[in-house]
Each structure stands twice: as C-alpha cells, then as structure tokens.
C-alpha cells in the first residue's frame, strides 16, 4: 500500500506557473505507474498526465506542450509543472497511484489550483 500526499496548489494568475508535488510514502514507489487528474466544480475528473514505471509519459490534449510530469524515484516523489495556467486549469488536482496493470487504486487529498483572469 502507499500513501500520497500533494502539495504546491494555490493561487495564480492567467499565464503564471505552479509546480505540484505528490509526494508517496513505502518504499517501493518505483513499481507504480503515477498519474495527476483534476477536477473542475461540475466536471467529470480527468487524467491530466500519467508517467509510467519505465519513463513513459502521457498529457491530456488540454495540458500539451504547457504541463510537463516528472518522478524522482529516489525521493519517492512525482511532480507537475505547470506553466502558462489558464483559468481552465482551476481545479482540485489529485495523484493517484497504479500498480500496473491495475486499475489507480491509491489517491491522495487533493490540492486546489485556481487561476484567475
């Protein structure tokens, strides 16, 4: 089991950054496929950005080219950088863990991000 813990959300205006950190407690965070989602007031939560055990990543058509995941294996940590933030990015954006090829099964509290205009 892994624990997960996000930090890093706030307050920020159109064009700013944010980097988000998600990290996990165990000591065997290397075996876990890592994803960010977010959810919007009244939206389904989606898959924002995913990076595999092996590296692989994967970006939401919404995020391409503006938002860039990363893992720190040795620090048991994932983080999302967020760079030229709309005020479509506003959301509570989760982590959540997978251990492949299961389904994400571990989740953590959530952290707000807001971006005003």
């Given at each position: 089991?892994?624990?997960?813990?996000?930090?890093?959300?706030?307050?920020?205006?159109?064009g700013g950054s944010l980097?988000?950190?998600?990290?996990?407690?165990?000591?065997?965070?290397?075996?876990?496929?890592?994803?960010?989602?977010?959810?919007?007031?009244?939206?389904?939560?989606?898959?924002?950005?995913?990076?595999?055990?092996?590296?692989?990543?994967?970006?939401?058509?919404?995020?391409?080219?503006?938002?860039?995941?990363?893992?720190?294996?040795?620090?048991?940590?994932?983080?999302?950088?967020?760079?030229?933030?709309?005020?479509a990015d506003t959301a509570?954006?989760?982590?959540?863990?997978?251990?492949?090829?299961?389904?994400?099964?571990?989740?953590?509290?959530?952290?707000?991000?807001?971006?005003?205009?």
């Amino acid at each position: 089991q892994v624990q997960l813990e996000e930090s890093g959300g706030g307050l920020v205006q159109a064009g700013g950054s944010l980097r988000l950190s998600c990290a996990a407690s165990g000591r065997t965070f290397n075996w876990y496929g890592m994803g960010w989602f977010r959810q919007a007031p009244g939206k389904e939560r989606e898959l924002v950005a995913a990076t595999s055990t092996g590296g692989s990543t994967y970006y939401a058509d919404s995020v391409k080219g503006r938002f860039t995941i990363s893992r720190d294996n040795a620090k048991n940590t994932m983080y999302l950088q967020m760079n030229s933030l709309k005020p479509a990015d506003t959301a509570v954006y989760c982590c959540a863990a997978a251990l492949v090829p299961g389904p994400y099964k571990f989740w953590g509290q959530g952290t707000q991000v807001t971006v005003s205009s």
